[in-house]
């Protein structure tokens, strides 16, 4: 029997629709929201001269500022994780009680405006506190010190980061760990081999975006801790001492390092479970 030519059936293709008019209206009111919050930036980037950039770097009060900033954000985005990612875990697993109230208050500095938490940290903190006073006892001095700028930086930041981690935690599927307790691994044992590796692409993100929201904070900081200054308090400074001008460079250096990290949190938040 003669074999028939393979054919094609007619493709398939769906008619082209124009969008309705509540879609066009969507998306205008969408676009107004996006250029209000591109616009600034892009404003602020673009008047960044070569030259200016460069002067940057030769200007030592900034790039102390930038080097203090980086440093106070990543010792107080290491102090988070050690305590936090714990806690996210916790929060992630079985009910216990008081599980709502706890993170309700990790989660409170979000919604607190940063110069009331300047002054609460200072209450606490202060040298005639009784935590504060303790802790100046044995050489811990937060006002007017970096570790000052620490706590502010971890205070404002811990709420992101045990958010994000707790739910890295929660999207991973439950019967992978007990699988791996079936096969004889401890609690412990299955945590490190199996639900930290999962989670640790989330985690890593709530890191990051912990990192940075460190690194722009200024309302607490300039509060607690206004000399040695961090880059978003010089910004002030010089804003508030010299006006305009002084302050788009250090501006737009800020940015830009708020960019890279953007950009890398946006590289992993895709696999943070929705």
């Known amino acids: 029997m003669p074999k028939l030519p393979l054919t094609h059936g007619p493709r398939m293709t769906m008619p082209f629709r124009p969008p309705d008019r509540s879609h066009l209206i969507l998306a205008f009111l969408g676009a107004i929201l996006v250029a209000f919050v591109a616009g ?48 996210a875990y916790l929060l992630a697993g079985r009910p216990f009680p008081g599980r709502t109230l706890i993170q309700g208050l990790v989660e409170l500095p979000i919604v607190i405006p940063h110069p009331v938490a300047g002054i609460a940290l200072l209450l606490f903190l202060g040298r005639h506190s009784a935590v504060g006073g303790a802790l100046g006892k044995i050489g811990l001095e937060f006002v007017s010190h970096v570790p000052g700028i620490v706590a502010a930086m971890l205070f404002v930041s811990v709420p992101i980061l045990v958010s994000g981690s707790r739910v890295a935690f929660a999207g991973i599927d439950p019967h992978l760990a007990r699988a791996a307790r079936s096969l004889g691994d401890s609690p412990g044992r299955c945590f490190r081999r199996v639900t930290l590796p999962l989670a640790s692409r989330g985690i890593l993100a709530a890191v990051s975006l912990a990192w940075a929201r460190a690194v722009s904070e200024f309302g607490a900081i300039v509060i607690l801790t206004y000399n040695p200054k961090v880059t978003s308090v010089l910004i002030f400074d010089r804003f508030t001492s010299f006006g305009l001008e002084a302050a788009i460079v250090p501006a737009i250096v800020l940015l830009l390092i708020a960019l890279a990290m953007f950009g890398l949190i946006r590289f992993l938040q895709p696999s943070i479970p929705q």
């Open 40 to 87: 600034p930036l892009l404003y602020l980037l673009l008047r960044a001269e070569p030259g200016s950039l460069r002067q940057a770097f030769t200007d030592r009060e900034l790039m102390a500022s930038i080097s203090l900033t980086l440093l106070a954000a990543t010792a107080a985005t290491l102090l988070g994780a050690l305590l936090g990612v714990p806690l």
